[in-house]
């Protein structure tokens, strides 16, 4: 998973929803603390996590995964 990317998906998605990183972690549930690692892209969310973070934020799982396919299939100098 490409942790910045999703990082900034689920931030601004949470914002859109007018829910705070609290609330979030509340509902997974979670650490806030830990909420706070994912959303910022410090750590990586279980599966578990990840289902329940796309649940609250009506995000499909499939547009995770693509950020992963759009990002690997980049070309680097």
């Known amino acids: 998973m ?3 990317e999703f990082a900034e998906l689920i931030k601004e998605k949470r914002i859109e929803m007018n829910i705070s ?5 509340f509902l ?5 603390s830990k909420y ?3 959303e910022n892209g ?3 969310p279980s ?3 990840l289902g329940r973070i796309c649940q609250i934020l009506n995000i499909n799982i499939n547009e995770i995964f693509k950020l992963k396919k759009e990002t690997s299939t980049k070309y680097y100098d």
């Open 21 to 25: 990183q609290k609330d979030m972690a």
């Open 28 to 32: 997974i549930p979670l650490k806030a």
């Open 2 to 4: 490409i942790y910045k």
């Open 47 to 49: 599966f578990f996590e």
């Open 42 to 44: 410090k750590q990586e």
């Open 36 to 38: 706070n690692k994912i």
